[in-house]
Nanobody
Framework: QVQLVESGGGLVQPGGSLRLSCAAS????????MGWYRQAPGKQRELVAV???????NYGDSVKGRFTISRDNAKKAVYLQMNSLKPEDTAVYYC?????????????WGQGTQVTVSS
């Protein structure tokens, strides 16, 4: 019952920047995680960044120092600022939210937004 919609993807040159947004609708418990994953053609989906409701953030090794995750709880939104983009960052980026609802954890995924880094 949670819907996630990503935006902000597109084509950018190497060294450029993009900011991705993910807006959630529906009920999200105060205990939750919000994060970003990505998947390039022929490769497994990998963690990009995750933010927990307790204030912890984690980043994949390949994006540390270049990407920054942030959230706005009032807006039920999560953002990913991507700087110094490289061609290997090209992938579909997915927003993911986990929330404790009823008696169990629920996991929700967005449809993804394409990021292409190319000259």
């Amino acid at each position: 019952q949670v819907q996630l919609v990503e935006s902000g993807g597109g084509l950018v040159q190497p060294g450029g920047s993009l900011r991705l947004s993910c807006a959630a609708s529906g009920s999200i418990n105060t205990q939750n995680t919000m994060g970003w994953y990505r998947q390039a053609p022929g490769k497994q989906r990998e963690l990009v960044a995750v933010s927990t409701s307790s204030g912890t953030t984690n980043y994949g090794d390949s994006v540390k120092g270049r990407f920054t995750i942030s959230r706005d709880n009032a807006k039920k939104a999560v953002y990913l600022q991507m700087n110094s983009l490289k061609p290997e960052d090209t992938a579909v980026y997915y927003c993911k939210v986990t929330t404790f609802i009823l008696s169990h954890w629920a996991e929700y995924w967005g449809q993804g937004t394409q990021v292409t880094v190319s000259s």
